[in-house]
């Protein structure tokens, strides 16, 4: 036999679990990101790493995953040498099927987005100067919570990011 409760005794429920302090009775979902640029075999490439950080598994729609598909990821790449400009990017397109990826509680997943894979012509101009990338994200979920928007930059040059140092108070770069 199922049980049918309202929705006000279910959250008062819930709000009295949290005002005796003992943890509400649904736990919202907690996600921990990581993204690095990486250079590999001198190839530009995100590295991404999404950890499901609760005690229950999540399920998120593949499509939203930045490595899996085209369209989850935002990317902007702008040449900054010897004028400012927009690369083109490959016009890709991917139609996807409704697939569910699950992570398990305190699994982690993983993948890379490699930027020539994406960009006309980037091995070309990378070599002529610096490209600031811009990336953004966000997964979505089948119960329709989405999950925070997730965004950051770096700059791509000839140079691997190790050989890149800051002075320690100019903020200055030095090659």
Not at 161 to 166: A, D, I, M, V, W
Request: with cysteine.
């Amino acid at each position: 036999m199922i049980m049918r409760m309202p929705l006000f005794v279910l959250m008062s429920v819930v709000l009295s679990q949290a005002s005796l302090g003992q943890p509400p009775l649904i736990e919202k979902p907690t996600l921990g990101y990581e993204v690095r640029p990486v250079l590999k075999a001198n190839k530009w490439c995100l590295e991404f790493k999404i950890t499901n950080e609760g005690n229950q598994p999540i399920s998120v729609f593949a499509s939203s995953i930045p490595w899996i598909s085209v369209d989850a990821l935002i990317l902007v790449a702008v040449r900054t040498e010897p004028r400012i400009e927009v690369i083109e990017e490959l016009g890709l397109i991917q139609d996807f099927m409704p697939v569910v990826e699950r992570i398990g509680s305190r699994q982690t997943i993983s993948g890379e987005v490699f930027l020539r894979e994406r960009y006309l012509h980037w091995d070309r101009v990378v070599e002529k100067g610096d490209i600031v990338v811009l990336w953004s994200f966000r997964l979505r979920a089948p119960d329709a919570m989405d999950f925070e928007r997730q965004a950051g930059a770096f700059v791509a040059s000839k140079l691997p990011p190790t050989q890149k140092q800051l002075t320690p108070h100019s903020g200055a770069e030095r090659r």
